[in-house]
């Protein structure tokens, strides 16, 4: 299924949901996240899914043909093709914000305490199956 898509967005809350690794990371966790993708112009859509994140769980994921004007909390964004290679296990998603591959906005103190939660937020993410 195309990354990012409705269909992939559904998939992903399904399989954050049932992950017991993500729910113990995450079970402090109360926010929001944006996957986005950036668009290769500046009037170009940048496709991205919201993710709506408490307690472990994820209550909503919600795709955008367009993110750019969805206000959340973080927001996670890189190219398509690095989210493929991200998505493919090929990029570690905290070293990949440490250099310049992906940009993350947001709080960083609070992100930093949930590193773990993030880093299965990714780890969920590469098992849903996708394509871009």
């Known amino acids: 299924m195309p ?15 049932d992950n017991p690794a993500y729910r ?3 079970k402090a966790w109360v926010g929001d996240i944006l996957l986005l993708v950036r668009s290769p112009g ?3 859509p940048a496709p991205g899914v919201h993710l ?16 750019r004007a969805v206000a959340s909390e973080f927001v996670y964004e890189g190219t398509p093709e690095n989210w493929q290679r991200l998505l493919r ?5 905290v070293k990949a914000i440490l250099d310049g591959t992906f ?16 880093k299965e937020l990714v ?10």
Do not use: I
């Open 3 to 17: 990354f990012p898509s409705a269909e992939w967005a559904a998939a992903y809350r399904q399989a954050l949901n």
């Open 103 to 118: 940009k993350v906005r947001g709080n960083l103190a609070k992100l930093m305490r949930f590193t773990r939660a993030a």
């Open 24 to 26: 113990t990371a995450a």
């Open 42 to 44: 500046a009037d170009a």
């Open 52 to 67: 709506d994140l408490a307690d472990g769980g994820c209550r909503a994921a919600t795709f955008y043909p367009d993110a």
């Open 89 to 93: 296990h090929e990029l570690d998603p």
């Open 123 to 132: 780890e969920t993410a590469s098992n849903v199956p996708a394509s871009l």
